[in-house]
């Protein structure tokens, strides 16, 4: 079973600063098979980035994604006030046929 | 627009089952599939299993493969997820996501569902 670690935890930071969120896979995951998602208090997440580093519909440019194998990072190039929230990073692969990290909550500081 | 609907709150008594609809619109719902996944609250997300719409082929996850059916009727285009034995830890939101994109991505989410379990 893949396991997805993701750190830090908590990330306390302020606007305009530069955020980098990290998913480590307990083996090999297929870049084409890696997103990130955003979630904020009562909503649904969001899908921000898949393939690793394609950014989905509609995201700012300041969302960006990279890695391969087993470590993935997510980029927020300068925070802006409605960033903060938590990222989930997913693998889709074999049994289970998905994952999810544990999340990294990105706080204002 | 692509749309998910899930069904409303519901409150179960400990050891009973639960099913949760999400209607599909805006999109070709035969050509998806859609995941479920909960959180309990202040929680993580948790996969619960999915179904792949045009085959039926379902997969769930371990902890859940015992309590959990997901079932699909195409001539509503709605997704189901039912959860049976039901306990308190089961307690939680529970979303459907509709994976559309050959990535295998959850591209559009339901509005989230609310299951309570108590006596």
């Known amino acids: 079973e893949i396991v997805l670690t993701q750190s830090p935890g908590t990330l306390s930071l302020s606007p305009g600063e530069r955020a980098t969120l990290s998913c480590r896979a307990s083996?090999?995951?297929?870049?084409?098979?890696l997103a990130w998602y955003q979630q904020k208090p009562g909503q649904a997440p969001r899908l921000l980035i898949y393939?690793?580093?394609s950014r989905a519909t509609g995201i700012p440019d300041r969302f960006s994604g990279s890695g391969s194998g087993t470590d993935f990072t997510l980029t927020i190039s300068r925070l802006e006030p409605e960033d903060f929230a938590v990222y989930y990073c997913?693998?889709?692969?074999?049994?289970?046929?998905?994952?999810f990290g544990q999340g990294t909550k990105l706080e204002i500081k | 627009q692509m749309q998910l609907v899930q069904s409303g709150p519901e409150v179960k008594k400990p050891g009973t089952s639960v099913k949760v609809s999400c209607k599909a619109s805006?999109?070709?719902?035969?050509?998806?599939?859609m995941q479920w996944v909960r959180q309990a609250r202040g929680q993580r997300l948790e996969w619960i299993g999915w179904?792949?719409?045009?085959?039926?082929?379902?997969n769930y996850a371990q902890k859940f493969q015992e309590r959990v059916t997901i079932t699909r009727d195409m001539s509503t285009s709605t997704a189901y997820m039912e959860l049976s034995s039901l306990r308190s830890e089961d307690t939680a939101v529970y979303y459907c996501?509709?994976?559309?994109?050959?990535?295998?991505?959850?591209?559009?989410w339901g509005q989230g569902t609310l299951v309570t379990v108590s006596s």
């Open positions: 997913q693998q889709y692969g074999s049994s289970p046929v998905y994952t």
């Open positions: 996501a509709a994976v559309i994109s050959g990535y295998f991505t959850a591209d559009y």
């Open positions: 805006g999109f070709t719902f035969t050509s998806s599939a």
């Open positions: 393939g690793a580093s």
């Open positions: 083996q090999s995951v297929s870049s084409s098979y």
């Open positions: 179904i792949v719409v045009g085959s039926g082929n379902t």
